[in-house]
């Protein structure tokens, strides 16, 4: 059974720097081709894709939050880390992570999501 | 970067067909994925690659695409059916990867 849940702050302060973690069971991310992503969205709004990394530990970011984003992995943990500095209210959102299953290009298996605030 | 446009809201009775929209240049070039996003819950993938279900999804949902529109139907639809929908495409056109979502469809059963 594969589940995935991300953990970190409900609130952060603008300039700071988020961290949050996805961990994860059922799978293992050094089984060639898988992957984990971050994907956010903010209040009623769409679905954002954040960034991702594989088996290989390469690793892909949104063009336009690349500058701030920073993804690992500790596959002895089964857990995937993101940082992103500089937060600012309009990161405002629920932060989810999710699986991309050995060579496919959709996420199969999502987490429940964590909202994080951005707010002084 | 790689744009997908879907219609902010789709209205269908129940028992009818409902379709959404997804355009984007040559999409039917690309495959595309389709979640389904109901209120406080996380997005179900229900299409993949275009036409294929996952297990646990309903025949009723279906997909196509061709030229520059991806379409998703939803045949009988129930009142579980109102939810948000998103398309996605992986677009490696550019110098970069990104996996691209579209702008959601909220599906409204009268």
Known sequence: QVTLRESGPALVKPTQTLTLTCTFSGFSLSTSGMCVSWIRQPPGKALEWLALIDWDDDKYYSTSLKTRLTISKDTSKNQVVLTMTNMDPVD??????ARIDRGQYYFDYWGQGTLVTVSS | SYVLTQPPSVSVAPGKTA?????GNNIGS????????????????????????????????????????????ISRVEAGDEADYYCQVWDSSSD???????????????
């Open chain 1, 92 to 97: 405002t959102a629920t932060y989810y992570c």
């Open chain 2, 19 to 23: 379709r959404i929209t997804c355009g």
């Open chain 2, 30 to 73: 690309k495959s595309v994925h389709w979640y389904q996003q109901k209120p406080g819950q996380a997005p179900v993938l229900v299409i993949y690659y275009d036409s294929d279900r996952p297990s646990g999804i309903p025949e009723r949902f279906s997909g196509s695409n061709s030229g520059n529109t991806a379409t998703l139907t």
């Open chain 2, 96 to 110: 970069h990867l990104n996996w691209v979502f579209g702008g959601g469809t909220k599906l409204t059963v009268l």
